[in-house]
């Protein structure tokens, strides 16, 4: 007995990633339903070897559903989510809207299953920001072996984040580069990102932070612990898939380089490719359509008492999205439905 699984947002991005994962890791699905606006409605998206013609959202009845995976902005989640939630249906949500909520668990499951069971307080699962995810999988082991007191982060952010226009734009841009009279303006972002790179993602706060660097702090507390200190510097950069970041912990008991190698190693979801020769690390290009996060780069921080130094890619489309939202939803089946 399988469950019945909604795919809200299936014609976007990362709808349609969720439906790949969903087949690809052989999600126990008794019916699935592809929904998205009325404007894509008839729309045929794949769910493995079956195509789905997608069905309208605002009319869609979730009673008698099991999971809902959301995969729109948060405008739609906020009218939608409360509706299926209500109707019975547990609802995953990749959007931002629900996250800081203090009564909705916000999951990575590699590094808090527990959360899970927080979940019938409103019925709704928070996925977090796709530079949270990666990193907080690589956090967790090190923090249960040497408490990590402080995290610096600078991330190499991927266009596919902002969506299929800025896939575009960046698309363009670089083929206007070459063609005098085709040159493209910004318009998904404020300055050009082909052949550039942007301190900026998200609005900028009253800090001087931008959203997104405020999200990962905010987000890392409320998944592994509220009393590390981060801070982050996060950059879009002229990659098309793969989120990248440099990491930098500083830790309350002394790790050895070696040591934290071993632990990455045997961390659920990690693969550590860390050869001190040219190409023994990830770039994003190789890790697109992957599901893990891998490490490289893992040295001692000598300015520090006791500090390292990792570097840290995964597809952000996957882990940072609709990997981590298939997950929860694996877990939540395991952990408390219990039908697959």
């Not at 580069?177 to 009253?206: L, R």
């Given at each position: 007995m399988g469950y019945k699984v909604a795919v809200v947002g299936a014609t976007g991005n990362v709808g349609r990633e969720m439906l790949n994962i969903l087949a690809e890791r052989q999600f126990p699905v008794d019916e699935i339903a592809a929904l998205a606006s009325r404007r894509s409605l008839g729309t045929e998206v794949s769910f493995g070897d079956t195509t789905l013609k997608t069905q309208d959202l605002d009319g869609f009845d979730f009673a008698g559903w099991d999971m809902a995976l959301f995969a729109v902005g948060s405008e739609a989640t906020k009218k939608y989510a409360p509706m299926a939630a209500k109707a019975g249906c547990v609802v995953i949500d990749n959007s931002s809207l629900y996250r800081y909520d203090p009564d909705i668990p916000l999951i990575v499951p590699?590094?808090?299953?527990?959360?899970?069971?927080?979940?019938?307080?409103?019925?709704?699962?928070?996925?977090?920001?796709?530079?949270?995810?990666?990193?907080?999988?690589?956090?967790?082991?090190?923090?249960?072996?040497?408490?990590?007191?402080?995290?610096?982060?600078?991330?190499?952010?991927?266009?596919?984040?902002?969506?299929?226009?800025?896939?575009?734009?960046?698309?363009?841009?670089?083929?206007?580069?070459?063609?005098?009279?085709?040159?493209?303006?910004?318009?998904?972002?404020?300055?050009?990102?082909?052949?550039?790179?942007?301190?900026?993602?998200?609005?900028?706060?009253?800090?001087?932070?931008?959203?997104?660097?405020?999200?990962?702090?905010?987000?890392?507390?409320?998944?592994v612990d509220k009393n590390i200190k981060v801070t982050a510097t996060c950059v879009r950069v002229p990659v098309f898939v793969g989120h990248s970041e440099s990491i930098n912990i500083e830790t309350e008991d002394f790790l050895d380089e070696d040591e934290a190698r071993d632990i990455l190693r045997t961390a659920p979801g990690i693969l550590v490719v860390d050869k001190r020769e040219n190409g023994g690390y990830v770039t994003p290009v190789e890790c697109v359509g992957d599901f893990a996060t891998f490490i490289s780069r893992i040295r001692q921080d000598v300015t520090v008492e006791n500090g390292l130094n990792l570097w840290c890619v995964s597809d952000n489309l996957r882990k940072g999205a609709a990997l981590n939202a298939v997950q929860i939803a694996e877990l939540l089946g395991r952990e408390v439905l219990k039908k697959g």
């Open positions: 590699e590094v808090n299953p527990q959360a899970i069971h927080d979940y019938a307080k409103k019925n709704i699962i928070a996925n977090p920001n796709c530079s949270t995810a990666q990193m907080v999988v690589a956090l967790k082991p090190l923090h249960d072996r040497a408490k990590i007191k402080r995290v610096v982060v600078s991330t190499y952010q991927s266009v596919s984040g902002s969506g299929k226009d800025a896939i575009d734009e960046l698309w363009n841009q670089t083929k206007g580069m070459y063609v005098p009279g085709q040159e493209v303006a910004p318009s998904v972002y404020p300055k050009q990102i082909a052949f550039n790179v942007i301190p900026h993602i998200d609005v900028f706060m009253d800090s001087g932070d931008t959203k997104e660097e405020w999200k990962m702090i905010a987000e890392t507390k409320k998944i």
